[in-house]
Structure formats: C-alpha cells, structure tokens
C-alpha cells in the first residue's frame, strides 16, 4: 500500500521559513516524479513544484527564488523549504508522486502565514 504523509507545516509570521516534509512508504520513491502542489480556501489547487529521481527541478513563477523542492531517496522523503514566506502562501500543501499511469496524493499539511 502506498502512502504519502506530509508533515512540518503550522503557523508563521510574514517573512519567516518553514519546511515541509512528505515521508513515502510502499514504493520505490527514486522512481517517482515528486511534487507539491497548493490548495487556498475558495481556490484550484496549484503547483508549486516538482523535482524528478535525478534532481531536476521546476517551479510555479510565484515561488521562484523563495521555495526549494529537494529529495532523499535513501529516506523515501521528498522537502520543500519555503522562505521568505507571504500571507498569500497560506494553504493546504498536499505532496504528490508520479510515475507514468500511477499518481499518489498525501492529506496535506496547513500553512498560516499571518501576523
């Protein structure tokens, strides 16, 4: 059984840093296109960033040169560390994992970024 469970998110003041976590089990995750995707009260849920088993990297325009997607795959665990975070970034972060016809989502984690 495959499993994505997301952890490390809470509350944080504007221009502070969080790191989220995604530990994965039942698969082999080196396999796997990881990635992070949002999803805001009243809003369609988007991309944040992905990351394939040989560290390439993409990003949604609105998180460039704040948000860092990483993975270690002898952990099973794919990271993304946000800086520099915004009202604007508070959401539900959900983990994903892709693999040609297979896509796995975990329950998502909460992001607060407020005052």
């Known amino acids: 059984q495959v499993r994505l469970v997301e952890s490390g998110g809470g509350s944080v003041q504007p221009g502070g840093s969080l790191r989220l976590s995604c530990a994965t089990t039942g698969m082999t995750t080196r396999y796997y296109v990881m990635g992070w995707y949002r999803q805001a009260p009243g809003k369609q849920r988007e991309l944040v960033a992905t990351?394939?088993?040989?560290?390439?990297?993409t990003y949604a325009d609105s998180m460039k040169g704040r948000f860092t997607i990483s993975r270690d795959n002898a952990k099973n665990t794919a990271y993304l560390q946000m800086n520099s975070l915004k009202p604007e970034d508070s959401a539900v972060y959900y983990c994903n994992a892709k693999w040609v016809t297979k896509e796995y989502w975990g329950q998502g984690t909460q992001v607060t970024v407020s005052s």
């Open positions: 990351i394939t088993g040989g560290g390439s990297t």
